[in-house]
């Protein structure tokens, strides 16, 4: 009795079923042994009660695929996303289920879980305080000084770098890590100064400077000041250049600091050392890759019948971190009037995208940006067939590797139906500003939020490199492809 009073009206239905064929069994026994009713009338018995017993058994399976087999399924991850997303997650299950008390206790124990994590991570930000107030006093320095400093590793990758520097490069581009040095000067002149130090040093051990004038991509030259990193081990693990700040822009320079960068923090990330340029290749860990997350608005839907990008952002992600102040943003003028039902959408008339560039250079730009670094996008394959389309008017190729947080969804989250941007954000605890969606760069900052949160739980699906991410979206993609054939 205390069983029945837990069971639910779909259980009782069960269960009561399973005893009428029991029955029904029972009668049929009995009639074989111990009646005489004709063959041919017991023959059309058995056929019926068979028909019934597979309406029964359907019937069956048909509740048990409703409130047992999905919401496992469901429960299954829903837990994952607790445990590697957000902690506040309730379970989203049917309101009928056959699994009792789990959910509840699941949730309690994902919720535990998460808060164990919390209190290890605040245990190690405790630690390393000190190291917290160092990296104050350095930022301190560096964003008084009137000078741009840039640090590279040997093979000419940006590690560090001030607002000074970021404010005299802006000509160049958007100054961001672990792009090449070459990306903003005549990298050969530099290079070539570096070996020559580097020669020197080995060879009698002594630590030089030396003072010269590059050409700043786009712009005019500028005095360098070059000088080696050594380690305490006596190793070179790199160089400082340091950027004369020419008379008529220290005052430029100095009013820069007051209004645009005084709550700006400076910019590095020393693991980058012990990095490898070739970021891109497939069998590296998902963590140790520069990811630019990007989104683009348009004139309509379809590229290839003339639609046009009317705007393009990107947000750079290093060591698994979103660089909120590494950020592209562009309106493009796609040379027409922009219709009015996708005004309706985006909100970007023509009066805003009049005096905005041509694709064909924002592309360019956009190409620099997000040089060396494996792109991201939401439903990646359209706004890549609109790059796709401007490769031969732009001049430059997009060939990065791809990643989708579409198809990623699907990985991660094979039993929920709804895949959309919006959906997602929910399911990870991520909150969309009121206003930004449907604009490029509120798109792409919601995007990197979502993508950092599935580079914590790709690993607990045995995804960890970015070959076994684009293998994984590849399997979604064929089997989304074949479904949509039936």
């Known amino acids: 009795m205390p069983l029945l009073m837990n069971c639910s009206r779909s259980q009782i239905t069960a269960i009561g079923s399973s005893i009428i064929l029991l029955a029904v069994f029972a009668i049929n026994v009995w009639l074989l042994l111990f009646t005489q009713i004709p063959t041919a009338v017991m023959a059309l018995v058995l056929l019926a009660e068979l028909f019934l017993l597979l309406c029964v058994i359907w019937v069956a399976y048909a509740l048990l695929q409703l409130r047992l087999f999905q919401p496992m399924h469901l429960l299954q991850d829903q837990f994952k996303l607790l445990t590697h997303g957000d902690a506040d997650h309730q379970f989203d299950l049917p309101p009928q289920h056959y699994l009792g008390d789990l959910p509840d206790i699941a949730q309690d124990l994902g919720q535990a879980l998460v808060r164990e994590r919390h209190q290890t991570a605040l245990a190690i930000d405790a630690a390393t305080a000190n190291i917290d107030r160092r990296k104050a006093r350095l930022e301190a320095i560096l964003h008084d000084l009137t000078e741009?400093?840039?640090?590279?590793?040997?093979?000419?990758?940006?590690?560090?770098?001030?607002?000074?520097?970021?404010?005299?490069?802006?000509?160049?581009?958007?100054?961001?890590?672990?792009?090449?040095?070459?990306?903003?000067?005549?990298?050969?002149?530099i290079e070539e100064k570096f070996d020559d130090l580097l020669t020197l040093y080995q060879t009698n051990a002594e630590r030089q400077i030396s003072e010269f004038d590059c050409l700043v991509q786009g712009s005019e030259a500028i005095r360098l000041r070059i000088n080696l990193i050594v380690e305490s081990d006596r190793s070179c693990n790199g160089y400082v250049l340091t950027l004369s700040s020419p008379a008529d822009a220290i005052d430029l320079l100095g009013r820069y600091h007051q209004s645009v960068l005084a709550d700006r923090p400076e910019f590095y990330d020393f693991s980058l050392f012990d990095r490898d340029a070739a970021l891109a290749q497939p069998d590296r860990p998902l963590r140790d890759l520069i990811f630019v997350v990007f989104d683009t608005e348009t004139t309509g839907l379809r590229p290839s019948k003339g639609d046009e990008i009317v705007q393009i952002s990107g947000v750079r992600i290093v060591n698994g971190k979103i660089l909120e102040h590494e950020e592209f943003d562009s309106l493009v003028n796609p040379g027409f009037t922009i219709p009015k039902s996708s005004i309706r959408f985006h909100g970007i008339t023509d009066d805003m995208v009049v005096a905005a560039p041509p694709a064909a250079d924002v592309l360019r730009q956009f190409r620099d940006f997000s040089d060396n670094a494996v792109l991201v996008a939401h439903n990646a394959a359209f706004d890549m067939k609109f790059l796709k389309?401007?490769?031969?008017?732009?001049?430059?190729?997009?060939?990065?590797?791809v990643l989708d947080t579409l198809l990623l969804s699907f990985v991660l989250q094979p039993n929920h139906s709804a895949h959309t941007l919006?959906?997602?954000?929910?399911?990870?605890?991520?909150?969309?500003?009121?206003?930004?969606?449907?604009?490029?760069?509120?798109?792409?900052?919601?995007?990197?939020?979502?993508?950092?949160?599935?580079?914590?739980?790709?690993?607990?699906?045995?995804?960890?490199?970015?070959?076994?991410?684009?293998?994984?979206?590849n399997q979604v993609f064929e089997i989304r492809k074949l479904q949509k054939q039936f």
Do not use: W, Y
């Open 148 to 189: 741009g400093v840039i640090v590279c590793s040997p093979d000419h990758q940006i590690v560090l770098f001030n607002q000074a520097a970021s404010f005299l490069l802006k000509q160049a581009g958007t100054l961001s890590l672990h792009r090449n040095i070459g990306s903003f000067f005549d990298s050969g002149l």
């Open 422 to 473: 919006d959906a997602i954000a929910a399911r990870f605890g991520v909150q969309i500003p009121l206003g930004a969606r449907h604009t490029a760069l509120g798109d792409a900052r919601s995007t990197a939020e979502i993508f950092v949160r599935m580079l914590e739980a790709l690993p607990h699906h045995g995804i960890t490199t970015l070959n076994e991410a684009l293998q994984a979206s």
């Open 389 to 401: 389309m401007k490769e031969r008017d732009s001049g430059v190729i997009f060939d990065h590797p």
